[in-house]
């Protein structure tokens, strides 16, 4: 064990959580997780770390991106070049961005070229809500998935016709809104709907400080997002569902690259769509057939010449059949997957534009009294080879309230077309990381009250990092990538939430020890410590709260000569409901107006003010 924590911080750090709590943490019971298992399953039977953000919670939190709003989640931090509308990357756990799966409605996004989702172009107004599961679940979901899942979910059709519309307004000239249709018919053949379309702009603020030199503009860097989504389902009979889902969210936003008069700008497209079958073929046999396909699109232009313009797009095609065969009170889940990636791009030659990778997996999962066990295995094959994972996990109830976990999984993490093809950087000999976990973990929850502490160590080997010099003949000047680097991956992530009458109180705290093993730095953009506070009051109509979001120092580069401050900031938010129908939000981030790094010379928002006004009710 290597990492450090003396007695007195983490009993600081345990009393600290258990004093207050996650904001609107939800007891147990009712709730159900999806992403864990790859089916429904009553959060008292998950085994692994997990987090849930509820349509409610989404609602009031006056979150202006999907990015803001995850970064008040324990276990992740963000780094982003300047305002909501640039790029963005996500921590789990301290494992790179492309080391974590992102979903939507079990769809894999993400670019095949550098690894990672585009956050920055999923749009908020479309997610009703988001499930968040830790640790590695590659024998699950695949490649990638070393730090965790993170999963969307777009609003679904249920019960009377309802509409929602929101409109808001802040800094920077921030316009947003939205609007929603959805419900579903009774009778034998039901159908469900849901469907919502939503636009976001701004003027958005400098991406840049001075200090970054010649890339520094003075100018405003603004954004425009658009979206719209839609689910649709026919009841055929009982037990027999189809279905289809859709999703397609458009980008612009300006960044500086230079202090010319261009508007440096661009553009991203994400389209995800599937359709699905859900049959009850036997009492004890519920299969699903889905065929999917994602589309990834991103374009820069950086001056008026054809030489600034760069286009690279994604493609994702799945076809998914999964059998869900109840044994008893256990579940037998079998599964086969064929993904095909296409890549298309004008900068450089691909060799290889395409590449498919096809798996079998299998896991159990089983409930014996106040014991929960759970096993699963898969194999992966594409061009790189056959990758073989698996993860074993156990939970004892030793109250209804409490319960102790242990579990062990292997993951990996696939090579992207970059670091295999990109010119004078890529090799096509490049091979998998690999990650191997074991954690352990306490919860308690009495409805009122809500605790969680879990211990983690994931050890990551062939880590895929820019070397110098190369080892490869070839045109390698500046490096290449190459599987050289070895990871540890290790911390204490702890959660609580306390009802006190009308109030509720919250806090995270992340004690963490991210760590490039062949270098014994510790990893970019990651803090050692990171945590919130979060408090809030309900008096019949309103509701007001009050977060504190914390962060210890990061370094810019891997040398670890580059350091960003630590910060804390303050926001305030106060939702008010006029009746049944209407209310409005208003939101104040960053109060005592502090400047603070999340990458070195990108600017950061400083104090922002942000109101709005719904009309509907779910």
Known sequence: ?????????????????????????????????????????????????????????????????????????????????????????????????????VLVDGVRIGSSTTGAANWSAIPLTAIDHIEIVYGPLSSLYGADAIGGVIQIFTKKGKGAPAFTAFAGYGT???????????????????????????????????????????????????????????????????????????????????????????????????????????????????????????????????????????????????????????IGADVLQLLYDHRKEEVETNGFDLRNPERTTNSLAASYNARRGDNLFNASVRRDKSLYGSKNTGSLGYGYNFTQALRATASYGTSFRAPTYNELYFPGYGNNNNRPELGKNAEIGLRYDSGTTALNASYYHNRLTDLLVNTTPCPFPGQYQYGCAYNVNHALLEGLTMGASQQLGRFNLAANVDLQDPKDETSGKRLQRRAKKHGNLMADYSAGALKAGVELELSGDRYEDAANTTRLGGYGLVNLYATYHFNRDWSALVRWNNIGDKQYDLARNYATPMSKLFAGIRYGYK
């Open 1 to 101: 064990m290597t990492l450090r924590i003396s007695r007195p911080a983490a009993l600081t750090s345990l009393a600290l959580a258990m004093a207050a709590s996650y904001a609107h943490a939800e007891p147990i019971a009712g709730t159900v997780l999806v992403t864990a298992t790859r089916s429904p399953q009553p959060l008292a039977d998950v085994i692994s770390d997990s987090v849930t953000i509820s349509a409610e919670q989404i609602a009031e939190s006056g979150a202006g991106s999907i990015v803001d709003l995850l970064q008040r989640q324990r276990g992740i931090e963000i780094a982003r070049n300047g305002g909501s509308g640039t790029n963005a990357t996500v921590f789990i756990r301290g494992a790179n961005s492309n080391q974590n799966l």
């Open 172 to 326: 920077d000239n921030t316009r947003e809104g939205d609007v929603s249709l959805s419900g579903a018919t009774g009778g034998e053949h039901s159908i469900s709907y849901a469907i919502s379309a939503g636009k976001e702009k701004s003027d958005g603020f400098s991406a840049t400080r001075p200090a970054i030199g010649k890339s520094y503009n003075a100018d405003k860097d603004g954004y425009d997002r658009e979206n719209a989504a839609a689910q649709f389902s026919l009841r055929l009979a009982e037990g027999h569902e189809i279905g289809t889902l859709l999703l397609q969210s458009k980008l612009k936003s300006q960044y500086d690259s230079g202090s010319s008069s261009y508007d440096t700008h661009s553009k991203a497209k994400l389209e995800n769509a599937a359709i699905y079958s859900k049959n009850q073929i036997l009492p004890v046999w519920q299969s699903l057939v889905q065929y999917s396909q994602t589309k990834d699109e991103g374009a820069t232009y950086t001056s008026a010449l054809a030489s600034g313009y760069s286009q690279i797009n994604t493609k994702q095609t799945t076809f998914t059949w999964q059998n869900d065969v109840q």
